[in-house]
């Protein structure tokens, strides 16, 4: 019997991983709070629903194995769509949670925790590589949880991702995102400067970056980010004000544990990008932020 899978959030990425497990076999129904990414959906070929309420009525009447994925903006969220009044999940359910927002650890041990007593296996599971990734299935999943619940899960995962890594017991996946973020936000921000630098000094920006690819200079930031920075692509893939969310939870996992003074500049230029009102903008965009400061810019 196919595997029937509700998702919880259609933003680029969310809708990308709805796409993905359609064209992979999946029986799939999709909600997001706003009408206008539903339409969005629905104009793609996903079927939507009105409510994670209803996402689960529909994933009761196709009975079998029920999996409930969720891109969310964070922990307190996601735990509204699954738990809050009119929530996916009520007594008697017991789907199978998988969670591909990136949230505090302990947010996401605790919600495991709950849905676990409820019968529910739950497993974090933030993700990289972005929507193109998710639509490819070629995500690396950073998962987290017990043994049976990622057993529970593995078959969705395995779906939209190229490479799939067990981090530990429940949040395990969590504190993994946070190292990929405090990596992404530290390199978005050097790419950003090697770029405006090489202008700077008289070369040639673009034919710099080919050139650093192929050395050990090389990195996806620099393929990908560094051409939006180039050709002024700051259409949304991921919007700065996700990266600086994600910013404060590695601030308040490493407080007292870690002085991580290379991703605290860098943080710093992303968080100038979100209170100059660049919030919205893909976190390449961060370039801006190098640009004003340097006096130098790409686009001259």
């Given at each position: 019997?196919?595997?029937?899978?509700?998702?919880?959030?259609?933003?680029?990425?969310?809708?990308?991983?709805a796409?993905?497990?359609?064209?992979?076999?999946?029986?799939?129904v999709?909600?997001?709070?706003?009408?206008?990414?539903?339409?969005e959906?629905?104009a793609?070929?996903v079927?939507?629903?009105?409510?994670?309420?209803?996402?689960?009525r529909?994933?009761?009447?196709?009975?079998?194995?029920?999996?409930?994925?969720?891109?969310?903006?964070?922990?307190?969220?996601?735990?509204?769509?699954l738990?809050?009044?009119?929530?996916?999940?009520?007594?008697?359910?017991?789907?199978v949670?998988?969670?591909?927002?990136?949230?505090?650890?302990?947010?996401?041990?605790a919600?495991?925790?709950?849905?676990?007593?409820?019968?529910?296996?739950?497993?974090?599971?933030?993700?990289?590589?972005?929507?193109?990734?998710?639509?490819?299935?070629?995500?690396?999943?950073?998962?987290?949880?017990?043994a049976?619940?990622?057993s529970?899960?593995e078959?969705v995962?395995?779906?939209?991702?190229?490479?799939?890594?067990?981090?530990?017991?429940?949040?395990?996946?969590?504190?993994?995102k946070?190292?990929n973020?405090?990596?992404?936000?530290?390199?978005?921000?050097?790419?950003?400067?090697?770029?405006?630098?090489?202008k700077?000094?008289?070369?040639?920006?673009?034919?710099?970056?080919?050139?650093?690819?192929?050395?050990?200079?090389?990195?996806?930031?620099?393929?990908?980010?560094?051409?939006r920075?180039?050709?002024?692509?700051?259409?949304?893939?991921?919007?700065?004000?996700?990266?600086?969310?994600?910013?404060?939870?590695?601030?308040?996992?490493?407080?007292?544990?870690?002085?991580?003074?290379?991703f605290?500049a860098?943080?710093?230029?992303?968080?100038?990008?979100?209170?100059?009102?660049?919030?919205?903008?893909?976190?390449?965009?961060?370039?801006?932020?190098?640009?004003?400061?340097?006096?130098?810019?790409?686009?001259?």
């Open positions: 019997m196919t595997v029937s899978v509700g998702v919880i959030g259609l933003g680029p990425m969310g809708l990308s991983l796409q993905r497990l359609q064209e992979t076999g999946f029986d799939v999709a909600t997001s709070r706003r009408e206008q990414t539903r339409r959906a629905r793609q070929g079927r939507t629903a009105e409510s994670p309420a209803e996402v689960s529909w994933l009761r009447e196709r009975g079998g194995k029920s999996v409930l994925l969720t891109s969310l903006p964070g922990g307190p969220v996601v735990r509204q769509a738990l809050g009044e009119h929530g996916a999940i009520t007594d008697g359910d017991h789907f949670v998988v969670d591909t927002s990136t949230c505090a650890p302990a947010d996401s041990r919600l495991a925790a709950e849905l676990r007593a409820r019968g529910c296996p739950a497993v974090d599971a933030p993700v990289s590589g972005g929507p193109t990734a998710a639509r490819a299935g070629t995500l690396s999943v950073m998962a987290g949880g017990d049976e619940d990622l529970a899960a078959e995962l395995q779906a939209v991702a190229a490479r799939l890594v067990v981090c530990g017991g429940p949040g395990a996946g969590q504190v993994a946070a190292c973020q405090l990596v992404v936000t530290a390199n978005i921000a050097v790419v950003a400067e090697a770029l405006v630098t090489a700077a000094l008289g070369a040639d920006p673009a034919a710099v970056r080919e050139a650093l690819l192929g050395g050990y200079a090389a990195s996806r930031i620099l393929e990908l980010h560094g051409e920075m180039l050709n002024r692509d700051f259409s949304l893939g991921a919007a700065a004000r996700t990266q600086f969310k994600d910013i404060g939870i590695i601030r308040e996992l490493t407080d007292g544990v870690a002085d991580n003074q290379v605290e860098a943080a710093r230029i992303m968080q100038e990008l979100v209170e100059s009102g660049g919030s919205e903008l893909d976190h390449s965009a961060a370039v801006q932020v190098v640009e004003r400061r340097t006096g130098v810019s790409l686009a001259d």
